[in-house]
Structure formats: structure tokens, C-alpha cells
């Protein structure tokens, strides 16, 4: 399929100015410093965890002082090197890779032997402000999921969401495009996905928390349905509880049908997901 733009190329521009322009905003760190709270709250130390999307790896480096083990990933080779910059020579240093997460599952057992963990299961999963977007389909973090999070392991995911009453109330729409609605990012158009907190309801996982993010004020308000569906971004966790049968072997591409369990909203995210997959311009 033809590569019409790249992740990687558009975020390693981007690398150039992200801690002096999007992280320094004042709106940003607070943001930062809200989700720190409920990381900090979910990962004791000592927990290990993969940063999928770390860019210049703020989340990673706040969860090292915090005494979590993180390995993060980034498709973007400037980012990591940024990264490892910023947390060379501390004395709790992330292990920093360049990845695309859709490999990650070939990847992460070099890395966590590059930690010096040599484990096979982690403790969770993070991903903040948006890297999911990047994705079409979020089966790759399913896999990785499936594979490498222990039961009772937990995903902290920021996504921005699909429908913000903001915009709605003006009626954009451009968030509800299926193929992606194309963003400027280091000087190139990439398309950010959409995802709603209901395509997270996977099977084998419980969805505890959806948290809406840089909308409300009130905290009571931020978790209050359906308030909580309609911030700009949202913040879900989800529990692994390793009881049911996981996701991608419930959808695997040889057209193997699936199993009656799997509920008729499942059904109908999964086929809008796959349509997704197979828009003309996604890498
Ligand atoms: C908006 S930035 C967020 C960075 C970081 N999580 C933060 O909170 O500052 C999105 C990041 O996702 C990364 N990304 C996009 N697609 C990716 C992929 N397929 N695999 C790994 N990283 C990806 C980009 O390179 C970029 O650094």
C-alpha cells in the first residue's frame, strides 16, 4: 500500500520544538499533572510498565522518580533522542526504544533484557496525550495486551475523543470522518483517528474509568456519565482480568467467525475499526 505520509518523519520535526512549545504550555502541565496523579495513584513502585508513544518521555521520566520501571517506545527516532537526553545520567532512568507499537510485540522482550528486568509479564501499559490516535486500529494494543500484561495488569490510556461537546455544539464534525481527519504536525498533515471510549471495551478487559480531560473543571464532572464522553481528550483505564477469551483471537482476518458471546456493540466497533484499516492512505 502506497506510504502517502509518515508518523515518524512528521513527529521527528516536531521533536525540534515539543518540549519548548507544546510541553511548556501552562495547560499542558496541568493536564500532565492531573493524569500524574491517577498514574502515580495506579502504579505502586516497583511496578513495570510500557509508555507506548512516550515522545520526548515526560510520563516515563515522572513515573522513573516515582519508582515505577517504564520501557517506552516511540516511532520517532528524534523523540527518543530527546528523551534519552533529558533522562541520561539520572539515577532512574526509563529504557528508552524507538518502536512503532504496531512491532512492539516483536520488540519488547529485547528491551525489558535491555532494562535488565528479563520479565515476560509488565504490570501495565501507558499511553498519554493522543499517540493512539495515531493508530487506525487499536488491535496492536490489544495484542500487546493480551501477550504481555499480567491479569489484573492496567491500561492507562489518554485518548483524544471522538465527540467534544465543544465542537459538537458548533456543529464540527471533522472528528467523526471514518477515515481519519488529517492535523498539521511538524509541518506535515498526518490523519489522527478518533477512538471513542466504547472501542476499549474489549473482551478480557474491564473498563473501570473514563475520565474526561481539558473540558470540565469540576473533578465530580470530569467522571460523571455522560460528561465524561464528551471532553476533548479522556483518559480510560482498563483492567486485564485474564477471564475471558482476548480480543484478537475473537477477530482474526481469516474471516474465522466469531463467537456469539461477543456483544452486538463489539461487533459493530470492530467493523468500523476494520473499514478504518483498510482506508487508502493508512500506512
Ligand atoms: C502527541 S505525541 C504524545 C507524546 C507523549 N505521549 C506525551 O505525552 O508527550 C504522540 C507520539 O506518538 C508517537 N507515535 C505515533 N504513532 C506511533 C506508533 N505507531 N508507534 C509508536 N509511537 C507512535 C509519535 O511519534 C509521538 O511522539
Redesign the pocket.
Known sequence: MARLFS??LA?DR??KV?DEG??ALASTQAL?ARIWRELRAIFPPGSLVL??????G??AGALAEHGVEVVA????PA?IERAKAKHDGKPASPVFGV????D?ADHLPRLLDQGGRHARTIDGIV?????LN??ASLEPITRLADQYVRPGGVLVL?LINRWYLRELARFELRRLRPNGSPVRCGGHEIPLFYHPPRALRWPGYSLTRVMALASFSRSDVQTRWPLNRLGDHYLAVLRKDGSRRPFHRLTTASGVPRPRTEPASTRRTHSAIRRRSAASWVT
Do not use: K, P
Not at 517506545?73 to 520517532?76: C, E, F, H, Q, T
Not at 499511553?127 to 499517540?131: D, H, M, T
Open positions: 508518523y515518524s513527529f516536531e521533536a515539543y507544546f510541553n500532565r509508555d507506548i508513544g512516550c515522545g520526548t515526560q510520563d517506545i516511540d516511532v520517532s523523540m518502536c512503532d507499537v504496531r512492539a499511553s498519554n496525550f493522543g499517540a495515531c493508530l489518554v
